[in-house]
């Protein structure tokens, strides 16, 4: 079995930013060729490396170029995972389950392309839960920023009734018939484990992932007496207004190359 973190392809991808390359890559993981999308800056230098978790399941949510990419212009090698079973990647997603591996092994990825002391992750949506389980199995990441993130799987079955179905079906019952799938995904639990300062961006008026998983997340770290900062806006939802969405990833971007050198 190829080691896990090993690249199997490389192929160029357009680009939508003159001073940003894409490229898509196909890696090991498990035992499985998972897909991701990287991208730098056109110009050369020794920059810190970002792991895009992304939302959704599928085709939801599914890693943008150009979001990306706005990421690689503020000087970050940007390495977004697919997981698996996505756009031609082996096996099948499990929203939080096995494949959180495929986020864990795709910092090895990055880390092939970045200064590999500085690794920060950046989690959207159903991506909060992925970057959390990274951050707690690897020993090696700066800094993390939760965006909106899914941090209490129980939570999200309970508010999104439109989801239960997909959840059901991905993870094998409800939380009641089959309550260690559920646990075996709550981060919640283990987040003692994380040494890497936290930024914890939410919307109060998000209605596809609810404030209070940003603040369960939060009193969790502050029980824990960790590193934790929030940026909570009253009126935004789980997207922001474009104009503002720019600037707060100009401020992410600040905020974590100031945070962190790795445990």
């Known amino acids: 079995m190829k080691k896990n973190g090993t690249i199997d392809r490389i192929r160029v991808y357009p680009s ?4 940003v390359h ?3 890559i196909t890696y090991w993981s498990c035992g499985l060729r998972i897909k991701g999308m990287l991208a730098f800056p056109v110009k050369k230098g020794n920059y810190d490396g970002m792991l895009y978790c992304r939302g959704g399941i599928q ?5 943008r170029p150009a979001r990306i990419a706005q990421f690689a ?3 970050l090698v940007v390495f977004a995972p697919y997981y698996r079973g996505n756009r031609g990647g082996e096996g099948r997603d499990e929203f939080g389950g096995e ?4 986020a864990v092994y795709a910092v090895d990825v990055l880390k092939q392309f970045c200064n590999p002391d500085k690794i920060h992750l950046f989690a959207f949506s159903r991506g909060g839960m992925m970057a959390l389980w990274t951050a707690v199995i690897r020993e090696d990441i700066s800094s993390l920023v939760s965006w909106a993130g899914v941090t209490d799987i129980f939570l999200t079955y309970e508010e999104r009734l439109d989801m239960r179905r997909m959840m059901k079906r991905v993870i094998g019952g409800t939380p009641s018939s089959r309550e260690e799938e559920y646990e075996d995904r709550n981060v919640l639990e283990r987040v003692e484990e994380i040494s890497a300062p936290i930024l914890i961006i ?3 008026k998000d209605v596809n992932v609810s404030i209070e998983h940003a603040k369960v997340l ?5 029980g824990y007496n960790k590193i934790v900062e929030t940026w909570y806006y009253p009126d935004y ?3 922001f207004p474009s104009k503002v969405n720019r600037q707060v990833v100009k401020d992410v971007c600040i905020w974590m190359k100031k945070h962190g050198g790795g445990k």
């Open 73 to 75: 212009s503020q000087g």
């Open 202 to 204: 939410h919307g109060r």
């Open 99 to 102: 494949d959180r591996w495929d």
């Open 22 to 24: 894409l490229k898509e």
């Open 59 to 63: 085709g939801i949510g599914m890693v």
């Open 218 to 222: 939060e009193q969790a770290l502050i």
């Open 237 to 239: 939802t789980h997207y």
């Open 16 to 19: 939508p930013n003159p001073n």
